[in-house]
């Protein structure tokens, strides 16, 4: 099985166990509207903001390149989630074997993400469904940009997917979560796991994330 439908897979079930299996027609099981162009926009913007693009403050701060490989894997979920919403994800497939650039290009990047976050808002206003094709296009541009391929997106969203099912089990929804674990947020610690135990399967990283979190609960009530 390809990579990116197994991404597809387990967005399905993420989306089934979160919103009810309803999710696909637009609402959530608490009657929630769903708007994933919203959500795609939101997050490349936030992704921008990875970038110490701004010329009046910061100058001399470094790139967050960590934080937005982070960002373009949120992007990355809620395009599988419009996709499967308007039922065509086949088009992704031709994205399997995509070569990375040798070198990042944070300008060229950022002018990417700017094109994405402008067809998205625009498609969510006019409610059209043919933008999807071409923002996804501009994804992957970006990703390649990143000199990242679909092996490390992979590798990237297992970790991001097992963290957010751990999230949904301890009381995300409820505000009872807590995010911050110790000095560091989870996504931190997550990816930190990732790159100790490159060969860890899903449900192995769930289970080195439930000792993490339990590690932090005991510290903070201690």
């Not at 599988?80 to 990375?100: C, R, V, W």
């Not at 498609?123 to 970006?142: D, H, P, R």
């Not at 110790?182 to 796991?193: C, K, L, Q, S, T």
Request: hydrophobic fraction near 40%; charge should be negative; charged fraction near 25%.
């Amino acid at each position: 099985m390809s990579k990116i439908k197994q991404m597809f897979e387990l967005q399905k079930q993420l989306n089934n166990n979160t919103n009810g299996v309803q999710w696909t027609d637009g609402i959530t099981k608490d009657g929630r509207y769903i708007s994933w162009l919203r959500c795609i926009y939101m997050e490349a913007t936030e992704a921008i903001d990875s970038f110490n693009w701004k010329h009046w403050k910061d100058i001399k701060k470094e790139h967050d390149l960590d934080n937005f490989k982070v960002e373009l894997v949120d992007i990355w979920h809620f395009i599988m989630s419009e996709a499967i919403h308007l039922g065509d994800t086949q088009f992704a497939h031709n994205y399997e074997n995509i070569k990375p650039e040798r070198e990042v290009n944070p300008e060229l990047v950022i002018e990417i993400l700017e094109k994405l976050v402008a067809i998205a808002s625009s498609a969510n206003v006019n409610k059209s469904q043919n933008a999807l094709y071409e923002i996804t296009g501009l994804f992957f541009k970006a990703l390649t940009t990143m000199s990242m391929d679909v092996s490390e997106l992979y590798k990237r969203y297992l970790v991001k997917n097992q963290l957010n099912i751990f999230r949904q089990k301890h009381g995300y929804k409820k505000g009872t979560y807590i995010k911050l674990w110790g000095v560091e947020e989870d996504n931190v610690v997550a990816f930190r796991i990732m790159e100790k135990h490159s060969d860890l399967m899903p449900e192995q990283l769930y289970k080195e994330l439930e000792k993490e979190y339990t590690l932090h609960n005991f510290l903070l009530n201690k």
